[in-house]
């Protein structure tokens, strides 16, 4: 099935084909099939028709890879690519071709006929939970990156889902937000996307989100469904909801929902009940019936049914540490990199022995084998360099996602038996009653039980032992231990929590709660454990809680005056025993801490012993993402913010390394490391790709597909109203100005531009001309020569931006128009052509309810950055029918890139 694109798979020969079938079906079958059902074996499922021919629908997670249910299917692996966040890095549609076709190969090997991505949400807040699910805060660089993910995986026979469709930006409260928004934001920036992979990728099916929209759920949202992604975007495909996403019968089926993936079971025999009652008409049933079998027989499924088969695990493999090295984006470097020899380097993180760092939730892939940093950087510096590897901070888990203070550190705790950490008892009720399921040592107390346990769900770093999906609902924990700080001061409690806890220390009650209760520090504490005088705070520094709709978390604040060197007994206890909690939602709990300034745990401490007696110290730090939360800041969760620091402060020659699936803050580690690389959650091979760009074996050749901020401030998460939101609806205030073009109309400074990457060689843009087209769907091209004035070979991106357009409307500074991946050898130069759609010097009209474009004139900025423009050009531009002229541009400098 090669010889296919992927996008042919509609044609007046299908059709009747699926009339043929579609004849064959009673209208029990019918209902059953627009049906979904949870499978133990496939995740999503939908029981095909025997007596028709039709295959069951056999649905993997898909959008880093196929994530295997059914266990005995290849052992449950499949290979983990960068997450999708990293191939938007790479700014290469060609790469997204190939790693749609691993994901496409290999189910159809695992016995799967449709992958469940990509995903093509836009990027609207930093501190998305599912912001490494997709490709970033720019609606051009997400559909050109998203149509190649599809075509990849539709040449192979397999059906792509694009989700999730629409306006779906946040987790927090995801199955019940409403998302007020324009029309002419959402079609400028959110719905572009998905118009493309329809229009131009040919995507199969469409995943609808959990969220309203404009007061309406989007599984039955007709406007959504049938107004805009039918009637205008030509869609032809099938439209199935979220797990769980639809809330209604009949609504939902006359809105334009074609299959019901379960949960409270609106469909099934309530559906055919409303079709014999007359509230859904059987032509409707037959049209949703007609939408799914289309892409199943256009792409020749009944014929070529999936199953278990081998694929190449090696040369997958090889894709994926090659799109990894492609996607790491090199954003400082004051020429440590590449990697000079040197005689010895401290490799320092919580995850740098092992190769676990991805994304968690439904997105989450069990790997065919890994590579982990060390690994790598044995294999690449040779026997004869010494690695000192140093963890430098408690293993990374679903907990750092519960706002508040970072964990207690296990380095201060001591177990009965003398070990680090506090001893833990975990029983399967919530009141303590027999013996405990799990007995055990924990480092920490940190608990985000429930979905974030789920099998296959949890990216805990490697070396955190996973506690059994049991505890997941109503549970109880009690630790107990010593706890000994090396300073005299204030300690500041953080006691994060969902249901109930008592917090003792040498025997007294220092905090207890009651379903939300703020803490009391008790009268009975004695002198020396004394609380501290509070301080009026102002709002809350930690963030938000809550997910999915559920209640939010309190965080009570105890500060606690405490001496050196003593040894303080602690006792704490815990019941998941709010209302709320269950299977779904499980333990929340973290005991955190602010301790005086100066204070780092023993693990920064020895990290930074070893920094300090290195050549050079790499820091690898790494964020816990996943759907169903977002993250509660910008900041790197376990103390990896004070690890950063303290090596700084040890060893100027510290390159830190970013295995984040988003921004985090970078601006406050007291100095600058000698070199940043922005890695993303590099896939299964990261070891390896890490090695060969660090030591210029590969060069990093990513460049941002989003802004950087130095703080949320700067983003819609400034203000409760547009993020998270207020009174059950996130406000999108802002419009159009998310993200670069935010920055740029405001005037703001980020950490880092969008479209932002540094390489190992220098390149010089001249000769920039912008011709005029005659075109209902451009504007223009523009061509500029690119050359390599380095002394090695390596690639660079040439981004094309439209500014300057005068409209009746708030525009832009100016917007992303197109770009192109450029790779050469030294001294070569070529000659670059970029289409400049009309859109990029258009506006979407809320009173027509079309696009707009103002006649005059709009400037072509070439650069390397949306803040590095190296060349600019006039375009005149008008309606389509009227004749455009040709401008030449400004000349460029080199620059390094």
Known sequence: MSEQTGADWDSAATDERVEELLGRMSLDEKVAFVTGDLNGDFGFYADGVESADVPSIRMADGPAGVRINKGDVHGGRATSLPAPIALAATWDPDRAIEYGAVIGVECRATDHTVSLGPAVDIARVPIGGRTFESFGEDPALQSAIGVGVVRGIQAQGVQACAKHYAINNQEDHRSSVDAVIDERTMRELYLPPFEALVREGGVASMMGAFNRVNGEYACENAPLLRGILRDEFGFRGW??????????????????????????????????????????????????????????????????????????????????????????????????????????????????????????????????????????????????????????????????????????????????????????????????????????????????????????????????????????????????????????????????????????????????????????????????LAPAEPTDAGPHPYGWGGDGGQPDVAIDEIPMRLEAGREYAIRMEYRADDPSQGHLLGAKLRLGWVPPAGVFSPAVAEAAAAAAAADVAVVVVRSYEAEADDRPDMQLPNGQNDLVRAVLAANPRTVVVLMTGGPVDVTGWGADPAALIQAWYPGQAQGGALARVLTGAAEPGGRLPLTLPVSLGQTPAASARTYPGVGGQVFYDEGVFVGYRGFDARDLEPAYPFGHGLGYTAWAFSGLTVSGLESEDAVGVADVTVQNTGSRAGSTVVQVYVGGVEAPVPMPPHQLAGFAKVRLEPGESQRVRVRIPRRAASYFDVTTHGWVTPAGEVEVRVGASSRDIRAAGVLVVGEPEDPQRTATGTPSAAIDA
């Open 239 to 528: 439209i199935m909801s979220d797990y769980g996403a639809n809330h209604s019968t009949a609504r939902a089926a006359n809105a334009g929902l074609d299959q019901e993936q379960p949960n409270e079971g609106f469909w099934g025999g309530r559906l055919l009940a409303a079709v014999q009652d007359g509230e859904v008409a059987e032509a409707v049933i037959d049209e949703k019936v007609r939408n799914i079998l289309r892409p199943m027989v256009g792409l020749g499924q009944p014929e070529n049914p999936a199953g278990v088969a081998e694929f190449a695990v090696g040369g997958h493999h090889a894709l994926a540490q090659s799109i990894a090295e492609d996607a790491m984006v090199l954003l400082r470097n004051d020429g440590i990199l590449p990697l000079a020899p040197v005689r010895t380097v401290a490799l320092i993180g919580p995850d740098v022995d092992g190769f676990g760092a991805q994304g968690g939730g439904s997105s989450q892939v069990r790997p065919t084998r890994g590579v982990s940093p060390l690994d790598g950087l044995r294999a690449a510096l040779g026997e004869d360099v010494g690695i000192a590897v140093v963890h430098g901070a408690d293993p990374v888990t679903p907990g750092a996602l519960l706002p508040g203070a970072d964990a207690v550190g296990s380095g201060f705790f001591r177990t009965p038996d003398g070990e680090v950490g506090l001893h833990a008892e975990y029983w399967t009720n919530a009141s303590f009653e027999g013996e405990p399921l799990v007995r055990r040592t924990d480092g920490q107390i940190e608990l985000l039980l429930g979905f974030h346990n789920f099998p296959g769900f949890n990216a805990s770093s490697h070396r955190y032992e996973k506690l059994p999906t049991e505890l997941n609902g109503r549970m109880s924990v009690r630790y107990t231990g010593t706890l000994t700080v090396p300073v005299t001061g204030t300690y500041r409690f953080v006691i994060t929590s969902l249901g109930t806890y008592a917090f003792e220390i040498d025997g007294a009650d220092v905090a207890r709660s009651g379903r939300g209760a703020t803490a009391d520090v008790l009268d009975l504490a004695p002198a020396e």
